[in-house]
């Protein structure tokens, strides 16, 4: 059991600061503030960094925290954090641990009694995700696929099932081949593929698989790729179990209505269908 009171206990902190996907004007205040406040930043490239933090005139000690380094430069984290200094981790561009490094190095923050905070900031899937015109609740982030034909086939065959919105994120080089290959393991369901989030050129792409792979071999950019779920088979069910489950409710105390809400609940049927059945039954 871990109870962080963030703002309570007097902790040395790692503060996850979200920075912007491709608009500047996205960096909140409150995301600055912490960059200012803290005693060193962790981040993915120093220069690339170093451009976003100037623009905001901020000074502090960089050191870098890659996917390649990710266990040594925890190690070094820690130690900072045991001195009592306070450290910021930063993405090139979105959120830290959303398909950027920092999965090691949470858990271990956490395990060692510090604090872990969040500071809200862009995600690029997320806003694909709500402007994409599909069913956004619930949904499943699966961030990049393997870059292997076979391999991104086998992983896209487990998700095929799934019933909710996926989010993908792919290469420009590599996003005709991704949908080719989604094509074939889901079928041509809806899906929309956003590009340059935030920037001058953003775009969406919305319709059937097939129909944006006509138009994508000419876009350039870091694409997200949501794609509807899988269709549910409404389950099959005879009338009469149908109308003696809602009477065995009704047996119960319930009132009509509550019934047939408790059965649809229970077996995926239409609470509509429901109604009319049980009212042609009761005629």
Do not use: W
């Amino acid at each position: 059991m871990n109870d962080q009171r963030s703002f309570e206990n007097g902790k040395a902190s790692l503060y996850l600061v979200a920075t912007p996907i491709g608009n500047m004007d996205e960096f909140t205040p409150r995301a600055v503030d912490v960059l200012k406040s803290v005693d060193v930043i962790a981040c993915e490239d120093t220069r690339t960094s170093g451009v976003l933090l100037k623009r905001f005139d901020i000074s502090k000690r960089l050191i870098s925290y890659q996917k390649f380094n990710e266990e040594p430069s925890t190690k070094g984290i820690l130690a900072l954090l045991e001195e009592g200094k306070n450290v910021a981790l930063i993405s090139d561009a979105g959120y830290p641990l959303i398909n950027d490094p920092g999965q090691t190095l949470v858990p271990a923050i956490i395990d060692a009694g510090f604090n872990v905070i969040p500071v809200s900031g862009p995600n690029a899937g997320v806003d694909a995700l709500v402007a994409s015109g599909l069913v956004v609740q619930p949904f499943v982030f699966i961030g990049f696929l393997p870059p292997s034909e076979h391999a991104r086939v086998e992983k896209m065959k487990e998700y095929a099932s799934l019933p909710m919105t996926m989010v993908y994120y792919e290469a420009p080089h590599r996003i005709e081949k991704m949908l080719r290959d989604a094509l074939v393991v889901f079928g041509d369901r809806k899906c929309c593929v956003a590009r340059e989030l935030t920037k001058v050129h953003e775009e969406f792409l919305r319709g059937t698989i097939s129909e944006v792979l006509e138009v994508i071999p000419d876009r350039k950019g870091e694409m997200v790729v949501v794609i509807a779920g899988a269709e549910q088979v409404q389950p099959e069910l005879d009338e009469g179990v149908l109308i003696a489950m809602v009477n065995e409710e009704t047996a119960k105390g319930l009132s009509k209505n509550a019934a047939v809400k408790a059965v649809a609940s229970r077996t995926g049927v239409a609470r509509n269908l429901l109604y009319d059945l049980v009212h042609e039954k009761r005629n």
